[in-house]
């Protein structure tokens, strides 16, 4: 029989596999699938089982799960769905175990028990000032300390989470080698000659003092590795502290039954003096070092995402607004949309906004990754984190907070260095056979060196067996992708190339094929107008003129934007619009005057019926062939003009394009322009191929087509006539100069809307792919290496073993040396 429940509590897909987990051990259930989204269990059972066994269940497997019969449903909570399918928090795990969920509080990954990791926040830091003999003291301004007088000096604002946790294992780490290094020498005595630690005492009483200064260390110093073992053997989300754990706690355990039952242990297990042979310093070097190798990772954490940090920090804490005239300085958190804002010669812009009196020259290379600065005047953009020049300007406020592209930028990175790779999944399928495989080799070479091991053979069986669980932890594994995502990600972002997951800069390395939009990314996407042609008309030119406006108006379209700056500078009239729609791919139509107004391609006139006068297309066509676009103005049902609109090519398009075909990838514009357009703008930047007179959903069709042949391909577009196609394609690549909408479908975004952002993005995806593949090499490797030295394997011809306390030092190097490799990808250049 077959039983349906709700299940409530789930908020990630690793809830939804540890709950179908817990559900298929009940006694009875044939077979147990939970879906996440629907947050339905379907279980399989020979006999009715009750729910509250189910219950039971999920409820000693450690999570807060909740299971209820199909005609009681619980009532949702009302809130974000985007919420509850992350998590409300900021921390999350750096092996991304559970995807892109994410926690409250710091603490361990509940499936690896690595220590999570904050996200850069992307609101801006206010500065505070603190005594630096009194560091409690905390003030918003400057001034002097209350205490002792001496002068506040500003406090570093953007002290990270990765920071804390590092001082906070080093002082763990400094008290464990404290007490570890006493029971080194004490063991290591042993190995001299008429050892002269036993003239002052027996061996006996030296193991006591040897379990004495173990205490601290495996319960206050390296307590945390143990309950992270337990947790994932509780939980069966086998991980390297299960192995560190093991094999540790083995060690001390065996050592401290060894002291207080002697006589239970046989002759090889006894020194001369009759005591038990205690392996004290093994276990407490082994998670010494272990600490050891958490405090490099955690300090080598804080370096994967120093590029959005340094980003964050370009961020100014003051501002100065300026009300009525008069200027005051105030925290940035503090400016609100429609705020006038004076920037200083040399000062850092603190929000987004448009230049309402001035100009100056903006050095936007921390966005954009282009070093020389922008020249702006009134009414241009300026992004908050960008950095004025030598004159002064007033700014008006249009994005704050969360919502400046700095704050998007970092938003961004942060979703994609949690998002997972596709290769990942080959690391996480490895790691998950192979922790109980290596118990299971421990075990076969503790019995192997039981067996037909040399005297004494159960010392050599036992410190083996040790050897293996430690040198065999799988964290490298687990760290080769998502460190390298992260530091790939971040670069980059300082590069003016936006990864909004990790499948997307995957995917780019095997795109043989690039889709490019016209306008907006092969050309300035700033059309502006030469001529508005018209022939035997009954209208005015002025009359004309004003038509064009008037429907234009209601249009964000960039080729209505640049009538309507056109109008503006002729002192057009514009008229009252009514009924106006705009017709994706084709143009614009509506009532002006009381009379059926349409303006646009040719397709807007075959679907109005309306035919366009010879000498006028005549005319069109010539304008056409020399690249200019022609939109045909019909008023009533008879076509009285054209406007003539033309779109200068940005200067880096024909070189990236030569540069991505040298690359081996064929590329292809799309665009809703005439052939003879499209054929001018293809010779001039060299195109061999090109689709012209395509609506959305025939740039669809074509992405379809061209992935059904064999290729990945990438689109890149602008508009909101290209989302569609972005959505579709492996790769979605938006112009940040873009709508919206494109940006929101696309799996990559350039800052700076230039096509020579596709060669980076390209250049960065190959450097990413090849620093994991070396990752993921290096860390198969080692352990396919390691276990079987461990093991013992060379010791019948080399007379070679591996000590459980240089595996432990292997074992931690091994992470190390894989993030050292990742942030590598720092200094690579993908220009």
């Known amino acids: 029989m077959k039983h349906k429940y709700h299940i409530s509590g789930m908020t990630c897909n690793g809830c939804r596999s540890h709950v179908e987990h817990e559900l298929n051990t009940v006694a ?36 807060s799960y909740t299971i209820h019969e199909w005609n009681d449903k619980p009532e949702k909570p009302k809130t974000d769905k985007k919420k509850v399918d992350k998590g409300p928090g900021t921390y999350y795990c750096p092996m991304q175990c559970e995807g892109d969920k994410t926690y409250d509080a710091p603490g361990d990954c509940p499936v690896c028990g690595m220590d999570l990791v904050k996200e850069v926040s992307t609101e801006p830091t206010q500065q505070q000032y603190t005594c630096p003999m009194h560091p409690e003291v905390v003030e918003d301004e400057p001034g002097s300390c209350p205490i002792c007088g001496m002068e506040l000096v500003p406090m570093e604002p953007y002290e990270s989470e990765e920071e804390k946790t590092y001082q906070k294992l080093l002082k763990k780490f400094w008290i464990a080698l404290a007490f570890t290094f006493p029971i080194f020498i004490i063991a290591m005595s042993e190995m001299i000659p008429g050892n002269p630690l036993y003239d002052w005492m027996d061996q006996r009483y030296w193991n006591w003092i040897q379990f004495g200064l173990s205490l601290p260390v495996v319960f206050y110093a390296t307590w945390m590795f143990f309950e992270r073992a337990y947790r994932s053997i509780k939980t069966w989300n086998l991980n390297m502290f299960t192995l560190i754990g093991i094999g540790a706690g083995v060690a001390w355990l065996f ?47 804080q370096k994967t995402n120093s590029a959005v940090k340094e980003l964050l920090k370009l961020a100014p804490n003051k501002a100065f607004r300026v009300v009525d005239g008069q200027e005051e300085e105030i925290p940035v958190s503090q400016i609100q949309t429609g705020d006038l804002i004076r920037v200083k010669p040399g000062g850092k812009i603190p929000v987004d906004g448009k230049i309402r009196e001035g100009q100056s020259s903006i050095d936007e290379s921390m966005i954009t990754g282009e070093p020389i600065p922008v020249d702006k005047e009134v009414e241009d953009e300026v992004h908050s984190g960008t950095i004025n020049g030598q004159k002064s300007f007033l700014m008006e406020a249009t994005k704050v907070g969360s919502d400046t592209l700095l704050s998007q930028i970092i938003e961004m990175v942060n979703k994609a260095s949690r998002s997972r ?53 799988p964290c490298a594994l687990g760290l080769a992708t998502p460190m390298s995502v992260m530091v790939g990600v971040g670069k980059g972002a300082k590069s003016g190339v936006l990864i909004k997951d990790a499948e997307s800069l995957q995917r780019m390395n095997d795109v043989d094929t690039v889709v490019i939009d016209k306008t907006g990314t092969i050309t300035e996407g700033k059309p502006v107008v030469e001529d508005i042609w018209s022939q035997d008309s009954q209208y005015s030119d002025e009359e004309i003129l004003s038509y064009v406006v008037s429907i234009n108006s209601h249009s964000e379209h960039s080729l209505a934007k640049a009538t309507s700056e056109y109008g503006k500078s002729q002192n057009a009239k514009v008229w009252d619009t009514d009924q106006f729609e705009a017709v994706s791919g084709k143009g614009v139509k509506g009532m002006v005057k009381e009379k059926k107004v349409a303006l646009g391609n040719k397709a807007i006139l075959e679907e109005l019926g309306i035919s366009i006068p010879g000498s006028l297309q005549q005319a069109a066509h010539e304008a056409q062939k020399k690249g200019k676009t022609i939109s045909y103005l019909s008023i009533g049902d008879q076509v ?55 609506l959305p959903e025939d740039k669809l069709r074509e992405v379809e087509k061209l992935q059904i042949q064999g290729h990945v391909v990438a689109m890149a577009g602008d508009g909101i006539n290209d989302a569609p196609a972005l959505a579709q394609s492996d790769v979605g690549i938006a112009m940040g100069t873009g709508t919206d909408v494109a940006i929101e479908s696309a799996g990559i975004t350039l800052v700076k809307g230039d096509l020579h952002g596709i060669v980076k993005a390209v250049n960065l995806s190959g450097s990413v792919m090849r620093n994991i593949k070396q990752n993921l090499f290096f860390a198969l490797v080692y352990n396919s290496l390691g276990v079987p030295i461990a093991a013992g394997v060379l010791f019948p011809f080399f007379g070679l073993l591996l000590s459980p306390m240089i595996a432990a030092v292997a074992m931690s190097f091994s992470s190390v040396s894989v993030i050292a490799n990742a942030l590598r990808l720092k200094a690579v250049s993908i220009e």
């Open 28 to 63: 009875g259930v044939a077979n147990a699938s939970v879906d996440l989204k629907e947050e339905v269990a379907e279980i399989e059972m020979d006999q009715h089982i009750p729910l509250d066994r189910f219950q039971k269940a999920l409820t000693e497997s450690g999570g």
């Open 255 to 301: 050592s401290v039954f060894g002291l207080l039952f002697p006589g239970f242990f046989p002759e090889q297990f006894l020194s001369e003096s009759g005591a038990v042979h205690v392996y004290f310093e093994a276990a407490t070097v082994i998670l010494t070092l272990v600490l050891m190798g958490q405090v490099l990772e955690a300090r080598a954490h």
């Open 421 to 473: 790779a596709p290769i990942q999944q080959l690391a996480d399928k490895i790691s998950s056979y192979f922790v109980p495989i290596v118990v299971v080799i421990a075990v076969l070479t503790f019995v192997i060196w039981a067996l037909i091991g040399p005297e004494p053979r159960y010392v050599y069986a036992f410190v083996n067996a040790v050897a293996v669980l430690i040198i065999a932890c």
């Open 640 to 694: 009285e003009a054209f406007v003539v609109i033309a779109d200068q090519i940005k200067k880096t398009s024909g070189k990236a394009i030569q540069r991505l075909q040298d690359k081996g990838i064929e590329v292809i514009m799309f665009t809703g322009d005439t052939e003879e357009t499209a054929q001018a703008v293809s010779e001039e930047v060299g195109l061999t191929s090109f689709r012209a007179g395509m």
